[in-house]
């Protein structure tokens, strides 16, 4: 059968229309639940401290510059529930290198508010008096997030605990915290937070460490392809209580302000 010119122009149309509509959807990626990150820091701070601070012959590193290398993976499944494991190179325990994270959780909405409740494991290999376990939560609202995490071991980051021979409890130690995020241009976020770290009585009564505010200030560039480039001021009080003195007389305040760049790609 012969078409006229205006029914081939119109099937025409009609073809490149359909076709255009598979290549779209044929070419939208599904989202895997799988992510990965790396990221290399001029110093690692976990709560205002250092944590590269043995050097050798019973000195310690008093250098605002002390490199790390981090990175892991996350498992974030549709209905909420999520898995993931970070780690990062450490240097403040005897026999170990390495900080090993496990964390699983469950993220939901509601009022309003998105909400963030699990359990996060830290695991020091070839130094597990320094292991420590805490459950937390955490609700974000407007750019804010308020988190509070409370220890459920006994051990605590070598403060206390059977594994470390004092005999104390670092269950219920806590730690609060709030952070503030906004992207005040494309690609630029500006972000604070504040925290604060309550021990447990048996850490509190009976050794040097004391209650203490910490404090981290700066902001973050997406260049995208999920690479990110940030630049912080952390830093935490009360570093007297937490000083150490090496075998050359000079002493370390892991608490005090360090200037921290951080560069991390997201996979």
Do not use: C
């Amino acid at each position: 059968m012969q078409l006229e010119p205006t029914r081939i122009a119109t099937l025409a149309a009609l073809l490149t229309v359909s076709t255009s509509a598979l290549a779209q959807t044929a070419a939208a990626p599904e989202t895997s639940p799988i992510t990965a990150n790396v990221t290399l820091t001029t110093n690692y701070k976990f709560r205002g401290q250092d944590q590269d601070v043995l050097g050798s012959n019973g000195n310690f590193k008093t250098s605002s510059v002390k490199p790390a290398i981090q990175g892991g993976f996350d498992y974030a499944h549709e209905s909420g529930f999520y898995i993931g494991n970070w780690n990062s190179s450490v240097n403040w325990l005897d026999g170990n290198s390495i900080e090993m994270d496990v964390y699983g959780g469950y993220k939901f909405k509601g009022g309003g508010i998105d909400w963030d409740v699990g359990t996060l494991g830290y695991i020091y290999p070839g130094a597990t008096q320094g292991n420590t376990w805490e459950i937390y939560g955490s609700g974000s609202i407007a750019g804010f997030t308020l988190k509070y995490s409370h220890t459920v071991s006994d051990d605590y980051f070598n403060w206390a605990g059977a594994k470390g021979g004092s005999g104390l409890s670092g269950r219920n130690t806590g730690y609060l915290n709030l952070g503030y995020g906004i992207e005040v241009i494309p690609k630029l976020t500006l972000k604070a937070a504040v925290g604060y770290t309550f021990f447990a009585s048996d850490i509190k009564d009976n050794t040097t460490a004391e209650n203490y505010y910490d404090y981290n200030v700066g902001a973050s560039y997406d260049f995208g392809a999920g690479l990110a480039l940030g630049a912080y001021v952390q830093g935490a009080n009360k570093g007297s209580a937490f000083e150490v003195t090496g075998a050359d007389g000079k002493t370390l305040n892991p608490n005090k302000a360090r200037f921290i760049v951080a560069l991390t790609k997201t996979l």
